[in-house]
Structures are given as structure tokens and as C-alpha cells.
């Protein structure tokens, strides 16, 4: 089945589409790769979904317009998939949408919303969409988060050692070999927020690092950040922009600071609470994708902080680290097409595995796999 993952994280600055073959050959699900498409969003609309993000308070006019704005992004970015990477050839669409709320609470999660309407979608496209993979997690008591977890175990079996999957994204996570899998704190959401702060709004991030380049960490300020109690509990834990954002920083005091300081004093955060989550689960390989790689910074902090675990990209392995993630949602929706839960308990806390997502039926209805006899053991990438 030839599907489309779609997928915007945290830092909300495009749409990621990435197309792959899959297919069950027993108990080895096969993925190729077919490449990935990165669609940015337009300066309005990443401007009215930052406005809309915690801790603002927005009203359901603005959320509907979003959903909407979002949905039409997500399909503008699936058909260029379809044409570019799929010769028009795609049978599913597999869509996480935009997280724009992730309701955590005294450690459980109590709900999660992502924006943009699938409708959008399959009208564009014409083929069926799955999307809203998150809720049914949450539903049957899980986090709903980290789901690329199932991706991990399924991708790494196999590999010596106790080998973590690690993406750094807005907020950073990591899989362990033994379904352990939890978000390790505030990846670059908070470094995301004081580049756009300092720099009144005219830096997205910091690029290539440069600015914590240039700065050193002020120990009274990380050791303000470190105190942040979602660090302390237990896993499963997930957490997301509802605790990490702008405010946060405020509160923690940074004063008169220079930007450089306070860029490298939370590039250093975020390699530290990495490398602790690292450490935690004993691994003895780290393999890494997402945004924050290609922050040398960060990534010489953590290989410094960890001398005694290869880190590593996913690149080398074979899977694209931009478009991981992109690619996890679409074997996620070919897992939800065939019948078979997208979830590990051990993972996420959920009482049950779940099959994941809603459907929307695309021109010719929803899509005709029969479901599987059983679930794959282990994901292989081939090119």
C-alpha cells in the first residue's frame, strides 16, 4: 500500500509529507521510502496559530478558522506528495494534524486536539484519510504520546545493546527497547521561544545555534529550569507547549541576561534532561532525528554529556531524520487500514493496545485491506 504520512510538530513550521511503500511480508513489516515534501505555512497562518497557542486563551471562531486554515495546508501538502513522490499513484493518506492542546494533569492526560479537518483532505486528494490518531489512546487511558514508540520498538528489534530512539522536536522523547517511552521535557520549544523573544519576533530559532554559540550557561537560571518538576515523575509522562512556552521562561527569571546566555544556558537544559532520560533507561546507542539535530550546539552538549553511548542519526540507518516522524504516521495509518493496534501499553500507560484514528472515506469509499491476522514483529527499512 503506497501511503502518505503527514506531520507538523511542535515548532509549527511546516507540513512534512513523506511517502512510502508498505507492505506485510509475515511478521516483517517492509517500508520504503519514496521521499518527503516540506511545505512551510504561510507567515499568516503560522502567526495566527502561534497566537493561539498556550497559554492565550483564543475563542472557538478562531479555532474553527484554524482547523480549516490547517486542514487546507495539510491537503495542499498530500497532493504535491501524491504528484511528486507518488505519481499520482497514492492509496491513503495518514494525517496527525497540528497539536494545538494536550490537556496533562497531576500525570494522566485528560484529552488532546489536533487541528485540521481531514475533510480537506479527502476532497483534495481523493483518497480515504486517517487522522485524530491520538484520542483513542488517551481514550483507553494512555498518554497518547509518544506514538512513534510502536514505530521504534517495531524498527529497532533486533539491534545489540539497548538501543533509544530520540527525536528532538518542540518537545524531545525517547523510546527504549523494553516499551519505555516518554517525553524527556522541553526539546526546543523553549529555545524556540527565546529566539522569537529576543529577537522581537524576527527569529523562528536559533540557527545552527549561533547565538548560544556565542553565550555562556548562567548556573542560577538552569538550576531554576532544572527544579521544573514534570522532570521528577515517573513514566509514562508526556508534556508539550501548555507548560513549556514564552511565560515559562519569563517566570524562571532570566533578568537582564544577554540573549546569548540565555540561549545557551537552554541549550544546555535541554541536553542535560536528554542525556538524564539517556541515562535512565541504561541505553548504550542513542539514535536521533528531528529539528534539534541540526543544532550543532546541542548535539556536541549531548555527545559530550553521554561519552560513553553512540549517538547517532536515524539517517544512517536508513530513515530520513527530517521526515521520521512523517513516515512513523504513515505506517500508523497502514496499521489502522489492515485492523492492527498502533499502540504498545508499555509505552503509552493505555489499559489495552488500541487501533488508532478516525476515516475519512476518500472518492471510491474507505479502504479495502482486510485485517491482518496479526500484528508485525518488526519494521525493516529497505531502499
Excluded at 108 to 119: D, E, F, K, S
Excluded at 199 to 227: E, I, K, N, V
Aim: aromatic residues 4%.
Amino acid at each position: 500500500m503506497r501511503v502518505i504520512g503527514l506531520m507538523s510538530g511542535t515548532s509549527y513550521d511546516a507540513v512534512d509529507a513523506a511517502a512510502g511503500d508498505l507492505r506485510l511480508d509475515g511478521d516483517t513489516l517492509v517500508l520504503r521510502p519514496l521521499g518527503m515534501v516540506s511545505s512551510p505555512y504561510d507567515a499568516g497562518l503560522r502567526e495566527a496559530l502561534a497566537a493561539a497557542l498556550p497559554p492565550a486563551a483564543v475563542p472557538l471562531a478562531q479555532v474553527c478558522r484554524l482547523d480549516t486554515r490547517i486542514g487546507q495546508a495539510f491537503a495542499a501538502a498530500a497532493v504535491r506528495a501524491d504528484r511528486e513522490l507518488c505519481a499520482r499513484r497514492g492509496e491513503l493518506v495518514a494525517s496527525h494534524g497540528q497539536t494545538v492542546y494536550h490537556w496533562a494533569d497531576g500525570g494522566r492526560v485528560h484529552g488532546t486536539l489536533q487541528l485540521g479537518q481531514p475533510a480537506w483532505i479527502a476532497e483534495a486528494t481523493g483518497l480515504p484519510v486517517v487522522a485524530d490518531f491520538r484520542a483513542r489512546d488517551v481514550a483507553a487511558g494512555g498518554q497518547g504520546a509518544p506514538l512513534v514508540s510502536l514505530v521504534d520498538l517495531l524498527w529497532l528489534r533486533g539491534r545489540p545493546g539497548t538501543p533509544v530512539a530520540l527525536n528532538i522536536g518542540g518537545i524531545a522523547n525517547l523510546t527504549a527497547p523494553d516499551g519505555t517511552a516518554f517525553d524527556t521535557g522541553p526539546g526546543c520549544a523553549l529555545l524556540d521561544a527565546a529566539a522569537r523573544e529576543y529577537s522581537g519576533g524576527r527569529l523562528a530559532y536559533d540557527t545552527d545555534g549561533a547565538l548560544a554559540a556565542r553565550g555562556r550557561p548562567y548556573p542560577p537560571l538552569l538550576d531554576r529550569l532544572l527544579a521544573e518538576p514534570y522532570y521528577a515523575l515517573r513514566p509514562p509522562k508526556t508534556t508539550g507547549k501548555e507548560l513549556f512556552h514564552s511565560g515559562y521562561l519569563r517566570a524562571a527569571g532570566p533578568g537582564g541576561l544577554p540573549a546569548e546566555d540565555v540561549l545557551a544556558t537552554l541549550t544546555l537544559l535541554t541536553a542535560r534532561t536528554v542525556a538524564d532520560a539517556v541515562r535512565s533507561v541504561g541505553a548504550t546507542e542513542v539514535i536521533a532525528s528531528g529539528g534539534g539535530i541540526r543544532n550543532p550546539v546541542l548535539m556536541s552538549l549531548l555527545r559530550r554529556l553521554l561519552p560513553e553511548t553512540a549517538v547517532r542519526t536515524s539517517d544512517e540507518l536508513g530513515l530520513p531524520a527530517a521526515a521520521k516522524e512523517a513516515y512513523a504516521f504513515a505506517v500508523l495509518g497502514f496499521l489502522t487500514a489492515h485492523g492492527l493496534p498502533g499502540t504498545d501499553p508499555r509505552s503509552t500507560g493505555a489499559h489495552h493496545p488500541s487501533v488508532l484514528g478516525s476515516v475519512t472515506p476518500g472518492r471510491d469509499g474507505l479502504p479495502l485491506s482486510r485485517r491482518a491476522r496479526g500484528g508485525p514483529a518488526r519494521l525493516v527499512v529497505r531502499g
